[in-house]
């Protein structure tokens, strides 16, 4: 009784320590567990026990070492799976990429092979000479066929040190000069080496343009038009885009400079493949 | 020294058995070596500040592995299981700080 009444009055004069001071405070006073001052205090009467660690102390202490070793051993081991599942996904990206190259090739071979039988079948007969010949001019138009032929090459860069975007070459001026190309009579173009088809789009991605969709150019822009050498130089400044492209080069500095080949070859564009589109006329 | 040699003993055990820790009590591996490393620091306190007891260290041991491994697991539950190890680790770490600085002062008397 006396002693309750006496904790009560200790409790509304001294709170206990956890509410009178700041959390770090309290851990950083009470690091040691109180059991050990607790037990001190009550074996203080009888020292019997000396403070001496014993049999279960060296249980807890390999314990202790178990714990730890088996931690490292299990933290250096899964770093070991990290690395080697990492091994196994670029060896396995190495393979897929060499046998989609290899595949690459064998569809390469098999058009080469699929052109000449195609040739020769037709060669046969006066009908597949001219279906031969068609087949030919629409390469040509299509982008299918590499061509060779006289033309212009024109050579396209950003103004020396441009700063915005005004003194850079873009997108549209690209589409223009090629539509001005075009217009001039060009029969065939390829943008650093990239054919032209009735699918081919070129367009600004970020900072970088895109023909065909997949292929990011860098510049210079090198663009080779196959068409009459002669006439096309005078053709293109009477077009409304060649004029735009004059303007680019005397009021931005755009670099532009169109010269007059005998002779060029431009690459055939990547394979078409129509997988919707069929002929209007049913078979 | 009796302590020195179980704590050889074990890591040597632990190197050579190798144990595969089961998946599901992988994550509280770590949070409860840090757990046993401040009741051993503490342990290794009493003993210099001439208190040590066995029973004390065996308790004090279990009870952080496991209370430490119970907040985790209990904090996975509840989806606060990273912020409640790094509240752990912090408690712990102090604790294990300063008892280090005690030990400091009892061997080098500084």
């Given at each position: 009784?006396?002693?309750?009444?006496?904790?009560?009055?200790?409790?509304?004069?001294?709170?206990?320590?956890?509410?009178?001071?700041?959390?770090?405070?309290?851990?950083?006073?009470?690091?040691?567990?109180?059991?050990?001052?607790?037990?001190?205090?009550?074996?203080?009467?009888?020292?019997?026990?000396?403070?001496?660690?014993?049999?279960?102390?060296?249980?807890?202490?390999?314990?202790?070492?178990?714990?730890?070793?088996?931690?490292?051993?299990?933290?250096?081991?899964?770093?070991?799976?990290?690395?080697?599942?990492?091994?196994?996904?670029?060896?396995?990206?190495?393979?897929?990429?060499?046998?989609?190259?290899?595949?690459?090739?064998?569809?390469?071979?098999?058009?080469?092979?699929?052109?000449?039988?195609?040739?020769?079948?037709?060669?046969?007969?006066?009908?597949?000479?001219?279906?031969?010949?068609?087949?030919?001019?629409?390469?040509?138009?299509?982008?299918?066929?590499?061509?060779?032929g006289?033309?212009?090459?024109?050579?396209?860069?950003?103004?020396?040190?441009?700063?915005?975007?005004?003194q850079?070459?873009?997108?549209?001026?690209?589409?223009?000069?090629?539509?001005?190309?075009?217009?001039?009579?060009?029969?065939?173009?390829?943008?650093?080496?990239?054919?032209?088809?009735?699918?081919?789009?070129?367009?600004?991605?970020?900072?970088?343009?895109?023909?065909?969709?997949?292929?990011?150019?860098?510049?210079?822009y090198?663009?080779?038009?196959?068409?009459?050498?002669?006439?096309?130089?005078?053709?293109?400044?009477?077009?409304?885009?060649?004029r735009?492209?004059?303007?680019?080069?005397?009021?931005?500095?755009?670099?532009?400079?169109?010269?007059?080949?005998?002779?060029?070859?431009?690459?055939?564009?990547?394979?078409?493949?129509?997988?919707?589109?069929?002929?209007?006329e049913?078979? | 020294?009796?302590?020195?040699?179980?704590?050889?003993?074990g890591?040597?055990?632990?190197?050579?058995?190798?144990?595969?820790?089961?998946?599901?009590?992988?994550?509280?591996?770590?949070?409860?070596?840090?757990?046993?490393?401040?009741?051993?620091?503490?342990?290794?306190?009493?003993?210099?500040?001439?208190?040590?007891?066995?029973?004390?260290?065996?308790?004090s041991?279990?009870?952080?592995?496991?209370i430490?491994?119970?907040?985790?697991?209990?904090?996975?539950?509840?989806?606060?299981?990273?912020?409640?190890?790094?509240?752990?680790?912090?408690?712990?770490?102090?604790?294990?700080?300063?008892?280090?600085?005690?030990?400091?002062?009892?061997?080098?008397?500084?």
């Amino acid at each position: 009784m006396t002693d309750d009444g006496r904790r009560d009055t200790a409790l509304e004069t001294q709170p206990p320590p956890q509410v009178r001071m700041p959390l770090l405070d309290y851990i950083t006073a009470h690091s040691l567990d109180e059991d050990y001052a607790h037990v001190a205090d009550r074996a203080g009467a009888a020292p019997s026990r000396p403070g001496r660690p014993g049999l279960a102390a060296l249980v807890i202490t390999g314990l202790f070492g178990l714990l730890v070793a088996t931690a490292a051993v299990q933290t250096s081991r899964n770093a070991g799976d990290a690395q080697s599942s990492r091994d196994s996904i670029v060896t396995q990206i190495k393979a897929r990429s060499a046998s989609v190259d290899a595949r690459r090739d064998r569809i390469a071979n098999l058009r080469d092979e699929i052109g000449s039988l195609t040739a020769l079948s037709l060669e046969n007969t006066s009908q597949g000479r001219a279906l031969s010949a068609r087949l030919d001019r629409l390469g040509v138009m299509s982008g299918s066929l590499a061509v060779t032929g006289p033309g212009v090459r024109v050579v396209v860069d950003d103004a020396p040190g441009a700063v915005d975007d005004q003194q850079r070459v873009l997108d549209e001026d690209l589409q223009k000069l090629v539509n001005a190309l075009w217009a001039s009579g060009a029969e065939a173009i390829a943008v650093n080496g990239q054919r032209l088809t009735a699918l081919s789009a070129i367009r600004g991605a970020g900072s970088a343009i895109t023909v065909n969709n997949t292929v990011s150019l860098s510049r210079p822009y090198t663009v080779l038009a196959i068409g009459d050498p002669d006439t096309m130089p005078a053709r293109f400044v009477e077009t409304t885009h060649g004029r735009d492209w004059l303007d680019l080069r005397t009021i931005y500095g755009l670099e532009f400079e169109m010269t007059s080949q005998r002779s060029m070859r431009l690459p055939a564009a990547r394979r078409l493949d129509l997988r919707h589109t069929t002929t209007g006329e049913n078979r | 020294m009796i302590a020195g040699l179980g704590l050889l003993v074990g890591i040597i055990l632990g190197l050579m058995l190798q144990p595969e820790v089961p998946l599901w009590l992988e994550p509280y591996l770590p949070i409860a070596v840090v757990a046993a490393l401040d009741a051993v620091f503490g342990a290794l306190r009493a003993f210099l500040d001439g208190i040590f007891d066995d029973k004390v260290f065996v308790v004090s041991f279990i009870s952080n592995v496991l209370i430490a491994g119970l907040i985790v697991y209990l904090g996975d539950q509840l989806g606060v299981g990273g912020q409640l190890s790094t509240g752990v680790i912090v408690v712990l770490g102090i604790r294990i700080f300063s008892n280090v600085a005690a030990i400091r002062r009892h061997i080098f008397h500084a």
